[in-house]
């Protein structure tokens, strides 16, 4: 474990990204902006030594916390180190912010990227300095989902989209359609008549989707399938999906067992319990979220678990880390 040299801990930071945060300031900045507000972390001598155990154990002190946020001084210059500790943030439901004077391209091959939500890039411009800006100090600075940063510019072939209920999946598929050109095929297009899920507790028509959609996926090819209205028990007419090198798949059961390994490149997007909550409380009301609470929910969950759905997947985006996409 190598040790981490840094200024200082704020345990409860509401500044330093959405939501309460842990913020580590590191120790050792080699940009030197003019007009940094944190000279003191410069040197990279100065400071104090700390291993990533002891910063897990204040972490952990904050059962409330929603993120955890790497600045400094450049949290990069120590990426290697900073890493594991961003990596056990994620994996424990928090967000990895990281404030950087080096832009998204200089650090692609970085330890510390893949296991961020969030960057904000670039050296501090005190030209372009302006306090409106949210998160960022001036104005060529850049706000990054690094996740769907990653993932925009690994897609190719067929990209599977799944996660929780509220996380973001429609909308991500929407970004990344127009980004790439894709066109995207929603899997709630695929509800099995009578609402029922199968043996597996998955809950689309697993077999049309196999007839339908499946066989054109790879190959980019024109085709079309009837989407399920659930409102009124029926099908639609054909739908048309153009041909396209890139398509993308998005919706609950996407990354179920037998619809896997039709994929190039696989997401799983996650959201908090309160977020969630949150969200569904504004798109169904009180109402319809008690519907979700008692059957949806828990079906999706249960789900998860069985088939370690979060597990498989290439990329983890956090539906709630960045309050935009990429900018
Ligand atoms: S990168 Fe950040 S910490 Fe380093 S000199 Fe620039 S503003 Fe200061």
Redesign the pocket.
Known sequence: MSPLRIASMLHDSAVDGPGVRFSLFTQG?????P?????E??SFSGGSEVDEDEVWAEIERNPLLQGVTL????PFAQDAALAPLAKRARERGLSVWA???YTFDELLASPLLPHCDVLVDG??ERGRNSPELPWR?SSNQRVINVQEELLSRAAGGVVGIDGRCCAGKTSLAARLSRRLGAPVIHLDDFFPPGKKPDGDGVNIDTERFLEEAAPYLRSGEAFSYRRYICRAGEYSDPVAVPAAPLRIVEGSYALSPRLRGLYSVSVFMDIGAAAQRERLLTREGARGMRAYAERWLPLEESYFERFDVRGCADYLINGAAAERPAE
Not at 29 to 33: E, F, L, N, Q, T
């Open positions: 900045c080699p940009h030197r902006c007009g940094c507000h944190n000279p972390t410069h600045t400094g001084g450049e404030f950087t004077g050296r501090y100090g």
